[in-house]
């Protein structure tokens, strides 16, 4: 599954380089170490690998929420 927007890639890559124990969790910026921590529980290194993966150019700098 591809990444919707740059901010969502670079989010997967940050979880996929915690679960790989390539960084550690306190390396990255505090606001997101709790979503970092939570996605790389919930996803497998191969789902994690197909957001990260995905091109950025083309895409939103952020995915707009659709209004009520």
């Known amino acids: 599954m591809p990444a919707t927007s740059k901010a969502q ?3 997967m890559a940050m979880a996929l ?9 306190s390396e990255f910026p505090a606001g997101v170490r709790d979503e970092i921590r939570k996605i790389a529980r919930s996803m497998t290194i191969k789902q994690l690998e197909d957001f990260a993966k ?6 939103p700098k952020r995915k707009r929420r659709k209004k009520r």
Do not use: D, I, Q, S
């Open 9 to 11: 890639r670079r989010l």
């Open 17 to 25: 380089a915690y679960k790989r124990h390539e960084k550690k969790l």
């Open 54 to 59: 995905t091109k950025e150019k083309g895409l």
